[in-house]
């Protein structure tokens, strides 16, 4: 069977090297449609917007599941079912944010995450660190309308972070390669400060 030229890969010689293209078997399979065939995006975009007067009660039924996450540690201590709840709460939070309209909280509860993620002894957390984070992500939310709130929600999360991470450099101190690996910089980029 022989191959017909767009099956054959493209050579371009050049003095000292040479350029292969290969052939584009997908322009064979795929159709072009016209303008008014269904824009997947589109629709997704839209149901969306037709979602987002609904983000800010998703987003307050989040933090009241992450409140009662924190409450159930204050009561019965950290077990492996309150351990996996609150950072199950904090993690959903943190991944949610954006999409409900609340980008400024994620840095928070990005935090909390790591504080009970990388502590290796998790009674040793001060319930007070725990409280902190929780209540910076209902003030947060609690107060976005604010037009400062990316300024005012950025120094919080900001000395969050340093405190999160001075309890976890003191907790991790017997494994140095494990501090290094963890004091990275932030997963959530810094771009609502100022």
Request: glycine share 4%; charged share 25%; net charge negative.
């Amino acid at each position: 069977m022989s191959q017909s030229k767009n099956e054959t890969p493209a050579v371009t010689t050049y003095a000292d090297y040479e350029v292969i293209t290969p052939p584009n078997k997908l322009r064979g399979v795929v159709s072009i449609e016209d303008g008014d065939a269904d824009d997947p995006v589109a629709r997704a975009e839209a149901a969306l917007a037709q979602l987002s007067s609904e983000f800010s009660a998703w987003m307050d039924s989040e933090c009241a599941r992450l409140d009662a996450a924190r409450d159930a540690v204050r009561q019965a201590g950290f077990t492996f079912a309150t351990r996996e709840t609150l950072f199950h709460a904090a993690h959903d939070i943190k991944g949610e944010s954006a999409t409900f309209g609340f980008p400024a909280v994620a840095e928070a509860a990005d935090s909390l995450c790591r504080l009970v993620e990388h502590t290796p002894d998790l009674s040793r957390i001060p319930m007070t660190l725990i409280d902190q984070h929780v209540d910076a992500v209902r003030a947060i939310i609690r107060e976005y309308a604010r037009t400062d709130v990316d300024a005012v929600s950025g120094a919080l999360t900001r000395k969050l972070r340093a405190v999160t991470d001075d309890f976890l450099v003191q907790e991790n101190k017997h494994r140095p390669e494990y501090i290094e690996a963890i004091m990275g910089p932030p997963l959530v980029p810094d771009d609502q400060a100022e």
